[in-house]
């Protein structure tokens, strides 16, 4: 059973960094795709980065330059470095992992269908103030 747990949130002021993990076992596929998802109140979970078992990455553009995701596989762990948030970078943020899937690249794309990925963690709150 895949078991992912998201840690390393907090509360920032605008303009400050923070970096989530997101701790995974269990992963039974040879290769795989795991990404980032941001939910703020009252507003539709959306992808943040993805990232596949062999490093390629891909971002949403608001985010892009300003966020980074990376993946230690030694350490099972799944990062997201982000630096000079905003306050609307303010959300839930969760990580997530799918195995391959036909026609389906590990790209953002991807994540426009939740359904498309099995495993989740519980998520960690960031909020960033002004």
């Known amino acids: 059973q895949v078991q992912l747990a998201e840690s390393g949130g907090g509360s920032v002021q605008s303009g400050g960094s923070l970096r989530l993990s997101c701790a995974t076992s269990?992963?039974?596929?040879?290769?795989?795709?795991m990404a980032w998802f941001r939910q703020a109140p009252g507003k539709e979970r959306e992808g943040v980065a993805t990232?596949?078992?062999?490093?390629?990455?891909d971002y949403a553009e608001s985010v892009k330059a300003r966020f980074n995701i990376s993946l230690d596989n030694a350490k099972n762990t799944l990062y997201l470095q982000m630096n000079s948030l905003q306050p609307e970078d303010t959300a839930m943020y969760y990580c997530?992992?799918?195995?391959?899937?036909?026609?389906?690249?590990?790209?953002?794309?991807?994540?426009?269908?939740?359904?498309?990925?099995?495993?989740w963690g519980q998520g960690t709150q960031v909020t960033v103030s002004l």
């Open positions: 269990g992963i039974p596929w040879t290769n795989y795709c």
């Open positions: 997530a992992a799918r195995p391959p899937l036909p026609f389906t690249p590990c790209a953002l794309q991807s994540t426009r269908d939740r359904s498309h990925f099995p495993a």
């Open positions: 990232i596949n078992n062999f490093g390629t990455t």
